[in-house]
């Protein structure tokens, strides 16, 4: 049975809600359990697809792992002996490759096949085996499979070619157990860097500098276990934050980090939303027209490529015509074919796409092409007038918890059905 999302859209949404647990945080932090000599627990994270498959492979490589979803995770790696990660699950999620630097640092050892996750674009991971080369390991990829071996980790420089979040974890998660301290240069600064590094440091890891271009780790012999909370989902903040302002309503978004939506707040604000935040709440409303905007995907603390997607929608009925940049992953403006269909008026020339504001958009059928093109396809279904169908909400799922019963609960009418 296959399953579709029903939006009847042009509800206000009104009321308030809270963030769950960061998805690229929670991601980073699960494998990097493995380089504890000691069970940890984690708290704060997501019940989402890509956390549970996770767990599946931290279960094959013989972790004992209980997890209660929305409490916590206690993961005790000792009885990890595996290193290989089948094709099957290597699949199930991108971050399926920071197994390669948490069992690099674990034992020396990882086979994993190449990633799945979202088609957005290329993805290549040869900066994160430059990174593993320079710690001393050596890197084969045949068959689908990515093999790295080290008899020993070796403290060293690394200097990325491109800022990358993925190259950054996996390289951080080797070098916390190498031998001597590793530099990376040009790192990303992303607060799930910061994330994880907190969480390395609460086992006993020496990482200094996260959140700037240059990070620090000195590798340790034993990391001891630790309890750790992971920070609120910067994504899932800005898509609330997107939808408040589609339907015109007025949201009050609890248990997030206001600091790390500098760049999505200030877009919103240039629009004409008024956006006003606490110490972890962000308040949404809309009263005015919303005015068109220009976006550049950046590198934190430039306009995430993750939130793109979701603004894009917002973007097809704002008065006038916005220019969309995106310049981190070639092939995410897919989505707005799809919205289209839904009377947007987008041109989409290589990897930019002008939007010409229309004053409406009208229910469709729609199909999810990865998981913020979902995002996207629910913030223009409750923008709608009329019934718009979702197909391939399984997308959704990867990387939003519970997000019809949340969106439910601020007055969207919105549900999910099977069809044959
Ligand atoms: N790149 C290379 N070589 C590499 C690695 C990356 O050329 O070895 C390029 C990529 O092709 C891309 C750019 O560098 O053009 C940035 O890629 P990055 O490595 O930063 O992205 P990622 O690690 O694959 C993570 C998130 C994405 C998010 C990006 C950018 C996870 C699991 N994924 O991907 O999240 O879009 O960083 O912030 O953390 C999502 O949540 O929907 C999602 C796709």
Redesign the pocket.
């Known amino acids: 049975m296959k399953e579709r999302m029903l939006i009847t859209g042009g509800n206000p949404l009104e009321g308030e809600v809270r963030v769950s647990g960061g998805?690229?945080t929670a991601?980073a932090v699960i494998p990097a359990v493995l380089l504890a000599d000691e069970p940890c627990t984690i708290e704060n994270l997501p019940d989402i697809e890509d956390v549970r498959a996770l767990v599946d492979i931290l279960r094959s490589l013989g972790a004992k792992v209980t997890y209660v979803p929305g409490e916590f995770m206690t993961i005790d790696p000792r009885t990890a002996e595996g290193f290989q990660i089948g094709y099957r699950d290597s699949q199930r999620l991108?971050?399926s490759y920071y197994l390669l630097g948490a069992l690099l640092g674990r034992c020396g050892h990882a086979e994993v096949y190449f990633p799945g996750?979202?088609e957005?674009?290329?993805?290549?991971?040869?900066?994160?085996l430059k990174g593993f080369n320079a710690l001393g390991a050596e890197t084969e990829t045949h068959g689908g499979r990515i093999t790295a071996m080290a008899k020993e980790l070796t403290g060293s420089d690394v200097f990325f070619d491109?800022?990358?979040?993925?190259?950054t974890i996996n390289v951080m998660l080797a070098a916390a157990k190498a031998k001597g301290t590793t530099i990376i240069y040009n790192a990303?600064k992303?607060p799930?860097i910061v994330d994880l590094a907190n969480f390395l440091n609460s086992m006993g890891a020496k990482v200094k500098g996260a959140g700037t271009d240059v990070i620090r780790i000195r590798g340790q012999q034993y990391l001891h276990g630790a309890n750790y909370a992971v920070i609120p989902d910067q994504?899932e903040t800005g898509t609330l934050m997107i939808a408040a302002a589609a339907t015109r309503g007025d949201v009050v978004i609890h248990g997030c980090i206001p600091q790390h939506m500098e760049a999505l707040t200030a877009k919103l604000l240039e629009m004409g939303v008024k956006v006003s935040d606490s110490d972890d709440a962000i308040r949404v409303r809309t009263l005015g027209a919303h005015r068109a905007v220009n976006i550049k995907t950046q590198?934190y603390p430039g306009f995430?490529?993750?939130l793109q997607q979701p603004m894009s929608a917002l973007l097809t009925t704002a008065r006038g015509t916005s220019v969309i940049q995106e310049t981190?992953?070639e092939q995410r403006l897919k989505h707005l074919n799809e919205i289209a269909r839904m009377g947007a008026r987008v041109r989409i020339v290589d990897s930019m796409a002008i939007i010409e504001g229309v004053p409406q958009l009208y229910g469709a059928p729609v199909t999810c092409t990865d998981?913020?093109a979902g995002a996207a396809l629910v913030v223009a279904g409750l923008m709608a007038k009329g019934i718009t169908e979702i197909y391939e909400p399984e997308y959704i799922d990867r990387?939003y918890e519970q997000i019809e019963t949340k969106l439910r609960s601020l007055g969207a009418d919105i549900r999910r059905e099977s069809f044959e």
């Open positions: 998805k690229n991601v991108r971050a996750g979202c957005i674009g290329a993805r290549p991971i040869d900066q994160h491109v800022v990358t979040v993925g190259g990303a992303e799930h994504i590198v995430p490529t993750d981190i992953f998981l913020r990387g």
